[in-house]
């Protein structure tokens, strides 16, 4: 299958989701796959320029060895707020020339404004779109009041999709209220790599005595991007208020809040007991999970980005066979439920009790084995063969016609 994937960040520089690993997965077997980007972070990151032009990436992998994906980026006019106009017409053109060129079977997207421009070129050429939802992005628009204009292109996408796919129950509730249809909105849950994902890590011991923690600290560890809502702030002023300090935080990850984080750590001089590595590469993170003894998700359960989505890190935590302390994130919860390695706070602040608790009664262990097992029968191999399927089954539909 020749597959065009679409969305509106980058590629290359944000960390591994749920379309890397898949469109991964299927070029190892032999699928081609190609990807329109968007250099999101262009006002911090990027290149000083008025406008940057198209460029294309050939023969990249992010996760998989041996995966072939080529990412197209169009050219972007660098100033707030004409990027989104200049995307809307450059995107438009890309998706056009992709048509004509790459001929694709089937069209994925994953973005706002450009998911609307595939599904309307999608039509014009009856080839198969599906609509595939890892989050809810209108809600993560800076600019709030282009968060209604947003929804409303959401909703006319999902309403002429031939397929919605979406990566658990409370996003399918979500989608279908958005006008999705209901027959056709299925749910395709994250991954995990199992071999990389494992128990057991050579390196973690080399990795905590590298950043001084010694053999009978207990670390709570958060890996991801650092909204102000991750809850992080919370949980280090906490951490000021408890004596015990064999209690260590480990953070990988940069972000909004990251400066933020710096500050506190400095002000309250918690250098040895909180520590911030920055970005890393894909590859270290499982070993670097394995440092850990209990992993967090603390975001704010009021942020109402966060009320239908399930970090594709929860996975990735519990195959380590890391218990989670997460907040109460009604799509966390309903994914999880009560008794497979993950506890339930009500609010950041509770992180550090609930933490001490867990240690003074034993279950630390008891909670990771949980949760390695409810992880373990979630591999990429299981998701991508039923992508790989719903792909087969709408190109054949958009072919053939629905079979009865």
């Not at 034993?362 to 992508?387: C, H, P, Q, Y």
Request: positive net charge; contains cysteine; glycine residues 6%.
């Amino acid at each position: 299958m020749k597959i065009l994937f679409t969305q509106e960040t980058d590629w290359l520089k944000r960390n591994p989701a749920q379309q890397h690993h898949l469109a991964e997965m299927l070029s190892l077997r032999g699928h081609e796959i190609r990807v329109i980007d968007y250099e999101l972070s262009w006002r911090t990151q990027g290149e000083k320029e008025l406008y940057s032009k198209r460029k294309v990436f050939r023969g990249l992998s992010k996760i998989h060895k041996g995966a072939r994906i080529t990412v197209i980026r169009p050219g972007t006019i660098k100033i707030p707020w004409l990027d989104y106009a200049s995307l809307v017409f450059s995107h438009k053109k890309e998706i056009e020339r992709q048509i004509e060129e790459f001929t694709p079977d089937v069209i994925v997207g994953f973005g706002i404004l450009n998911s609307y421009l595939s599904v309307r070129a999608s039509k014009k050429r009856n080839i198969p779109f599906i609509y595939y939802w890892i989050d809810i992005l209108h809600r993560l628009i800076p600019f709030k009041p282009f968060q209604v204009v947003g929804k409303l292109v959401e909703s006319r996408t999902l309403k002429q999709s031939d397929t919605v796919l979406v990566i658990n129950d409370k996003l399918r509730e979500h989608v279908i209220r958005l006008g999705a249809p209901e027959k056709k909105t299925l749910v395709l849950r994250a991954g995990i790599d199992s071999k990389q994902f494992g128990l057991e890590s050579s390196d973690a011991k080399v990795l905590r005595n590298q950043y001084g923690i010694k053999s009978d600290d207990f670390v709570l560890f958060f890996m991801g991007w650092l909204y102000n809502f991750s809850g992080l702030k919370e949980v280090v002023l906490q951490l000021t208020r408890v004596e015990n300090h064999d209690i260590k935080l480990l953070i990988i990850g940069e972000g909004a809040a990251y400066e933020e984080l710096q500050r506190i750590q400095q002000k309250y001089n918690l250098q040895d007991r909180v520590i911030l590595t920055g970005k890393k590469a894909y590859s270290e993170i499982p070993n670097l999970i394995a440092t850990a003894d209990i992993c967090l998700l603390p975001a704010y359960p009021w942020e109402p980005v966060m009320q239908d989505i399930v970090p594709i890190k929860m996975y990735e935590y519990m195959a380590m066979g890391k218990p989670v302390i997460a907040t109460k994130l009604p799509g966390v919860v309903k994914e999880f439920g009560e008794s497979n390695g993950v506890v339930y706070i009500d609010k950041p602040e509770d992180v550090i009790v609930k933490a001490l608790e867990l240690i003074q009664n034993g279950k630390v262990k008891e909670l990771g084995l949980k949760a390695r097992k409810f992880a373990e029968k979630n591999s990429w191999d299981n998701i991508t063969d039923e992508f790989e399927r719903v792909l087969e089954e709408v190109i054949r539909e958009k072919q053939y016609g629905a079979i009865s």
